[in-house]
């Protein structure tokens, strides 16, 4: 067995400041690690790929909170209206949910949402591209997934920027300022019961709707059974997830993509030479700088063997993703970014029935995104050297806090496109 501490007079060094150096040394030390978190807890950190997929799929690693022996677990408490959703839920509530949900992210439905997503992409490149300059997260990787996953939900534009700020909020708390995580709960919980409550008596077309129906539907002639209803806190909870995540990881692939293009030139040029690889490069990009650095936490159900390492029952797991999707012995050359790498199974989104629901919306975003401001910005550069860019300081997310980029203004626009 192998122990290690994250450091303790900056216990999120490991996934902000340089990552990818730290895994490497654990990975080289052993496949798995004892740690002690940032919370003074301890934690079994899994770190080479092999051992990392296995684990995503192993039943004997759960996600409920019930399964953590005493004393175990601190995560942030969320109210049970906002709780029940599916990163805290095993089969066969988790099989439940997610069949009743995952009809809206079926890749032919995804699909039929290009064309408002690249609407939402020329539009904000549009608002841009005559200054010349700017801060692309907030002016473009931001309000692009924001923008669909509320018009996808049905959420009123004129709420977006609270979404916005309650998020960013909720992913990186100051520890100074707890009553601020408090605050952003209680909003985002008040305005999703006043939401359900009027698009129950005013429906639309959107996915809450959608699922208010399904929530409500008493059985009968062509109606679903109660076993295949949702109960009033997972609607609640699911609601908030599909924002949540939908959002949150999004927003950092495409500002690590760009980022990631932007100090690889060669990279940057292929695609600009062939914009058909875009579709190939948003694997890449998720392999070599993703946004989730660390699957959720999972419970060990009873005394099993990682990696040739005894894990108690009841004791918590962390399957390192991020280091997983550089492992050499699964990629070759891991360190490298390489848009056209061939039998990319890498685990950004997961593995296993918990793979990430919203993954094909978060690539079609991704690919659209890159495209657009390809095309529309073809001089992009970074508007300050990469050590001065700041990451966000989060165990749970690997995104920049901003991404100052610049362009030449006068040749933004393509002739002839309207603009």
């Known amino acids: 067995m192998t122990t290690s501490r994250l450091p303790a007079a900056d216990p999120v060094a490991l996934l902000t400041a340089d990552p990818y150096a730290g895994y490497a040394a654990l990975r080289e030390a052993g496949p798995v690690h004892r740690v002690t978190g940032p919370d003074g807890l301890p934690v079994w950190l899994v770190t080479r790929y092999a051992d990392v997929r296995r684990a995503l799929a192993d039943p004997r690693l759960a996600l409920d909170k019930r399964h953590a022996a005493p004393g175990n677990y601190r995560g942030f408490s969320l109210p049970p209206a906002l709780d029940a959703n599916l990163l805290n839920m095993d089969p066969p509530d988790h099989t439940r949910i997610r069949r009743l ?5 079926t890749p032919r439905r995804i699909a039929a949402l290009r064309p408002a997503v690249e609407r939402t992409a020329e539009e904000l490149i549009d608002a841009i591209a005559p200054l010349g300059r700017a801060e692309l997260i907030s002016a473009y990787a931001a309000p692009l997934p924001i923008t669909v996953i509320c018009d996808l939900l049905g959420v009123p534009a004129d709420h977006r920027h609270d979404f916005r700020a309650w998020t960013d909020t909720l992913v990186a708390p100051d520890p100074a300022r ?17 939401l359900i409550a009027r698009k129950r008596t005013e429906p639309g077309e959107d996915l809450l709707s959608a699922l208010i129906a399904v929530r409500d539907d008493e059985g009968g002639e062509g109606g679903a059974g109660a076993q295949d209803r949702l109960g009033e806190d997972e609607l609640t909870s699911l609601a908030f997830l599909i924002l949540f995540a939908g959002y949150e990881n999004t927003v950092h692939l495409i500002g690590n993509a760009v980022l990631a293009l932007l100090t690889h030139p060669e990279q940057l040029a292929a695609l600009r030479r062939d914009p058909a690889l875009a579709a190939g490069a948003v694997e890449e990009f998720a392999r070599y700088d993703g946004p989730a650095p660390l699957a959720i936490r999972r419970f060990a159900t009873e005394d099993l063997t990682i ?3 005894a894990v108690p029952a009841g004791e918590t797991v962390l399957l390192a993703l991020a280091s997983a999707n550089r492992d050499p012995q699964q990629f070759p050359e891991p360190d490298r970014l390489d848009l056209a790498r061939p039998e990319n199974q890498h685990l950004a989104l997961g593995h296993g029935i918990h793979y990430c629901l919203g993954a094909p919306l978060a690539r079609l975003e ?16 970074l508007g300050q050297p990469t050590g001065e860019l700041r990451h966000r300081p989060s165990l749970r997310a690997r995104g920049l806090l901003e991404l100052p980029v610049q362009w030449a203004s006068t040749t933004t626009v393509e002739e002839g496109d309207g603009c």
């Open 101 to 105: 949900v995952s009809q809206a992210f």
């Open 178 to 194: 707890p009553q601020d995580a408090k605050a952003a709960v209680g909003a985002m919980l008040g305005f999703f019961t006043e």
């Open 307 to 309: 990696g040739g390492v």
């Open 366 to 381: 991704t690919e659209v995104a890159l495209t657009a401001l390809l095309r529309r910005l073809p001089s992009l550069t």
